[in-house]
């Protein structure tokens, strides 16, 4: 097996399919204080298939209301702007990637990806940091893996491979094997998809924080959860090492052991309904 041409992995990518207009009014009106929960609402609903998907999501498992919700405006009633929005970007994402075949575990990837969201989101209250872009760039930091997978499954299924046999970070086997991580996959896709240049360098840097410009505590953020999740047991299964939390990354964030324990704790408890709404957004893709 040749190792890809760099050029040519990249113009692959600028042909993958790009994310649905929808999500990026979503986003704005999220984004705009001036906007209303009727604002999101309108753009939910203008799509038939996102409103159907969202409300599979809210009476789903993960949420276990004793009564049905049965409109979007409901939806956002109940459960507020910010989760609305993040699960129609969780259930946006998921269907773009949906669209590309693989025999790659997605559910088990989700799963972590999911945990390392709402991690992220967690670690940034607890540190009194802004939360704006740690639920997006938390939820696609791992995206590259499904675009490399889809784009060279052979070698993806190698590197994964390899990391296992070796112990090793996959993206060490990614480098040798592609010239290229995961991460660095993950960032041109995310700007292939025209989203907030701190989203994109998180996503891209969340395994070099020393590359990290624009929001170097987003990219930390993004990071530090992204440890996290395997310490709960949410890990990843294409890595044959879990990436560990340093003190120094500790430090720079003013994260606490009692703070990391209880981040661990939330994501542990939270299992059952990360895994419900995963399982019903692939349901609802089905």
């Known amino acids: 097996m040749e190792t890809p041409d760099v050029a040519e992995a990249l113009t692959r990518i600028r042909d993958l399919p790009t994310l649905p207009a929808v999500l990026g009014k979503i986003l704005s009106t999220a984004a705009d ?11 939910i609903a203008a799509d038939v298939s996102l409103s159907a998907t969202l409300l599979k999501l809210v009476n789903s498992s993960y949420y276990g209301f004793y009564r ?33 075949p693989s025999n790659y575990d997605r559910e088990q990837l989700w799963c972590h990806s999911l945990a390392t969201a709402i991690a992220a989101d ?17 939820l696609l ?12 499954p052979q070698l993806f299924r190698k590197a994964a491979t390899e990391a296992e046999e070796r112990k090793s970070h996959i993206a060490d086997a ?3 094997i592609f010239g290229m991580t995961h991460a660095t996959v993950g960032g041109l896709l995310a700007e292939h998809w025209n989203l907030p ?23 930390r953020i993004v990071a530090a959860a992204n440890c996290l999740t395997y310490k709960a047991d949410f890990g990843e299964s294409s890595n044959g090492q879990a990436p560990e939390l340093s003190a120094e990354l500790k430090a720079e964030l003013g994260l606490t052991e009692a703070n990391c324990d209880a981040v661990v704790a939330e994501l542990v408890e939270s299992r059952t309904k990360i895994e419900g709404l995963i399982g019903a957004l692939s349901g609802a893709a089905a």
């Open 33 to 43: 204080p001036d906007s209303s929960a009727i604002d999101l609402g309108h753009h």
């Open 68 to 100: 049905q919700i049965n409109s979007v405006t409901q939806a956002i009633i109940v459960l507020g702007f910010l989760e609305v929005r993040n699960l129609t970007l969780t259930a946006t994402a998921f269907n773009a990637f949906e669209a590309f």
């Open 141 to 152: 930091h791992d995206m590259g893996k499904v675009a490399l997978d889809w784009l060279y």
């Open 174 to 176: 990614e480098q040798e």
């Open 122 to 138: 967690r670690i940034a209250r607890l540190t009194g940091r802004d939360t704006d872009g740690c639920f997006e760039a938390a």
């Open 197 to 219: 240049e701190s989203v994109v360098e998180a996503v891209q840097c969340h395994h070099s924080l020393g590359d990290a410009k624009v929001d170097v505590g987003l990219v």
